[in-house]
């Protein structure tokens, strides 16, 4: 019988019209939820920061607040930016010292590994760098955090084996460990995350056959994600080379924002200056210590925010973007030295080596590069950009009265003063003596000039009386040179090295082979930490860094007014165009010293930088002179010159400077004797040297900028040597 549909489909709405399906439908949809949520969603990843707070535990051997890892204000901004913000793709991080940057990266390297599961590769400027991180830092964290250490695999036979190289996670992570300096290792991998450190290390900078930009290079290591990071830090260099301020000229350069707890004003933190309204002052006592330091509002309120107030005004502060990106999603970080909770950070600390460094052009880059984290300029080009007339003066005796300690440099020819004749070759050697001031300033003693060839016993017997003679000072007391350094490179290099083997070590006679390096490939210090040994005559050499020593030599002839180099008004009218005869030339890699075109290096030039480079060595050699203002105060040594009759700051008599009276001896009866200072006699009124001035203590202030004055070279050479003609 066949079934009739329609009359089905009647009785069952007939049957069904009363009956609800409401209770059965919810419950079939709680049940729904719970098997997706169960099995067929990723479960949402932890924030970045509670992260780390809940699995990174500090020791008490790496850090002074041990326990549970509080990531600071500008960690957070760091950590939020790289895995929070979906626009982000790079992260460029200006850094000063001190800010816990290492311990940032292992815990955003620990994160990706453990809760994102994703691929990450670290490089470094060089394979030691790479291996100093990975055994400081990723071996601790293998150690300590057991999020990461339950995920360390046991190496099987057949397996690839873990090493310093590449290490693979039992989730399927992946990290790549590699030096920047060899670009083969920029290949051959793919990564979500880049970590790429200390950017403006040599081994980043592009080499002779460069296949170009290394941070592009390694970028391109994760084109194969469509949302893969960057993360690229280091504290600046120099800015014309220096490869993390190219690549946060490009970011959105986010800047540290903090309000004013007294008045409510929100205001980016910066160092500010006496000369602003804003800034960082301090405190000193009768000695120029700093006792206290605080930071002044930026408004015109008197606001003083207290060191005790640091922490809490910081970690409150926020990062705000302070410029539109030119590569889109590049999110730039500032984080200089003074908002780090480390007590090696202290406002008080910063601000004793920010007047430490004004005088000394080292410590003055030191501090800017390393503390302030900006890029380090260099002004000018060559040394006759800078204003020379006021550095030529009279000198009270042989060595002025506020050197601290002399050192001389020396410079080797084969055939310099018989150049031009033929078939005659007259070796040379030049030396320059240099006393050094507490603030690590030049005053030139003298240049000579000693014929006959390293070796000779006549000229190395003229050569030694020279160095181990007694200089003169105002007060009868006389000085000895303390380190020389002497070129082994002119053509004599084993006669050199013997000759300075026979001087007791204690007197530090040094043979030395100069580095010219190229900026951005130069060493950290001038003078090397280990001595070199000649395989031919087992003497002992050092191989120094002459363009860094240049670079110092340079900055220190640019100061000005209270921190003017002093040079004698008794050395010849070419002494000051001979220093002349360099300038820096620009090259892809950076900046070395060469000479003006038609010139050569002359041997004034090189000699104060060899003297230069003999007080860094026996800085490191001789720890009475480490720090020449604990030995100026150890010794008496006065910070600056009175007039010994009027009391002022200077000196203004006749020039007993070493070459002046070596002119005067000469000439005999031809040039009257200048009046000489005689024992004092009973009545008579001898006017002594001031005693050294001690200003009261000063509240709030910065240091000074010394005076700057700017007057045309050929003006200043032609006024010196009128007046040196005039003299003589």
Request: glycine residues 8%; aromatic residues 10%; proline residues 5%.
């Amino acid at each position: 019988m066949p079934v009739n549909f329609d009359s089905v489909q009647r009785d069952a709405e007939l049957l069904l019209g009363d009956v609800s399906f409401s209770e059965g439908l919810e419950a079939f949809r709680r049940l729904l939820q719970d098997y997706r949520g169960a099995y067929l969603m990723w479960k949402s990843a932890p924030s970045f920061v509670d992260w780390v707070f809940e699995n990174v535990t500090l020791t008490k051997q790496e850090s002074s607040r041990a326990g549970p890892m509080r990531l600071s204000v500008y960690q957070r901004a760091i950590g939020n930016a790289l895995f929070h913000e979906p626009d982000t793709r790079q992260v460029s991080v200006l850094k000063g010292v001190q800010i816990g940057y290492s311990k940032l990266l292992r815990v955003i390297y620990a994160y990706t590994i453990a809760v994102l599961q994703k691929r990450v590769s670290v490089v470094f400027p060089t394979d030691g760098d790479m291996k100093r991180f990975f055994k400081d830092e990723l071996a601790l964290l293998h150690s300590t955090t057991a999020a990461v250490q339950e995920l360390l695999r046991e190496n099987k036979r057949g397996e690839v084996a873990d090493s310093m190289d590449e290490y693979r996670y039992k989730n399927g992570a992946i990290a790549y460990y590699r030096a920047a300096f060899n670009e083969d290792d920029l290949q051959g991998f793919t990564s979500w995350l880049q970590i790429a450190d200390e950017a403006d290390r040599s081994g980043w900078l592009p080499r002779g056959n460069s296949a170009g930009d290394k941070v592009s290079q390694l970028r391109n290591r994760g084109t194969d994600f469509i949302d893969s990071k960057l993360i690229i830090g280091s504290t600046p260099g120099v800015r014309d080379i220096s490869v993390i301020w190219q690549q946060w000229e490009t970011s959105d350069k986010r800047k540290f924002f903090i309000t004013c707890p007294h008045c409510g004003t929100e205001q980016e933190l910066r160092w500010g200056s006496d000369k602003l309204r804003y800034g960082f002052r301090w405190n000193l006592d009768e000695h120029g210590h700093v006792t206290e330091a605080f930071y002044k509002c930026d408004t015109e309120r008197e606001c003083f925010i207290r060191e005790d107030e640091k922490e809490v005004v910081i970690e409150s502060g926020v990062y705000r973007a302070t410029a539109i990106p030119t590569q889109p999603g590049n999110v730039g970080i500032h984080a200089p030295s003074w908002i780090s909770m480390s007590p090696g950070a202290a406002w008080k600390l910063l601000a004793q080596q920010w007047l430490e460094a004004q005088a000394n052009p080292e410590k003055l880059k030191e501090f800017i590069t390393f503390k302030m984290a900006e890029p380090w300029d260099e002004v000018g080009q060559s040394v006759d950009e800078n204003s020379i007339s006021q550095i030529v003066k009279p000198y009270p005796a042989e060595v002025p009265d506020d050197v601290v300690v002399l050192t001389a440099g020396g410079d080797t020819q084969k055939n310099k003063a018989g150049k031009g004749l033929a078939n005659v070759e007259i070796p040379s050697r030049e030396f320059s003596v240099v006393g050094w001031t507490r603030f690590g300033q030049m005053r030139v003693i003298g240049h000579w000039v000693f014929e006959g060839r390293p070796g000779d016993p006549s000229s190395d017997h003229d050569v030694r009386a020279f160095l181990n003679r007694q200089w003169k000072r105002r007060d009868g007391k006389t000085m000895q040179i303390m380190a020389t350094a002497m070129d082994s490179n002119g053509g004599f290099p084993d006669e050199v090295r013997a000759f300075c083997a026979t001087f007791p070590s204690t007197r530090n006679v040094w043979a030395i082979i100069g580095d010219n390096k190229i900026a951005g490939t130069r060493s950290r210090y001038v003078w090397p930490a280990k001595a070199n040994t000649s395989r031919k005559t087992k003497t002992r050499y050092y191989r120094i860094d002459t363009g860094l020593a240049k670079d110092s030599v340079f900055r220190l002839l640019q100061q000005s007014g209270d921190y003017a180099p002093l040079i004698p008004a008794s050395m010849p009218p070419t002494y000051l165009e001979r220093l002349m005869c360099e300038e820096k030339k620009k090259v892809r890699a950076g900046f070395y010293w060469q000479p003006k075109r038609g010139r050569r290096a002359e041997e004034e030039w090189v000699c104060l930088a060899y003297a230069f480079a003999a007080l860094k060595g026996l800085q490191i050699t001789r720890t009475p002179y480490a720090d020449l203002n604990v030995a100026g105060r150890t010794l008496g040594i006065p910070e600056v010159i009175h007039d010994p009759e009027t009391g002022e700051l200077g000196y203004r008599g006749i020039d007993m400077s070493a070459h002046a009276q070596e002119r005067r001896a000469m000439a005999g009866p031809l040039l009257p004797e200048p009046e000489t200072l005689r024992a004092p006699h009973r009545g008579d009124k001898v006017p002594a040297q001031a005693e050294e001035r001690k200003a009261a203590p000063i509240s709030a202030q910065v240091a000074q900028p010394p005076k700057q004055q700017t007057v045309k070279v050929k003006k200043a050479l032609k006024q010196f040597k009128s007046n040196w003609g005039r003299q003589w």
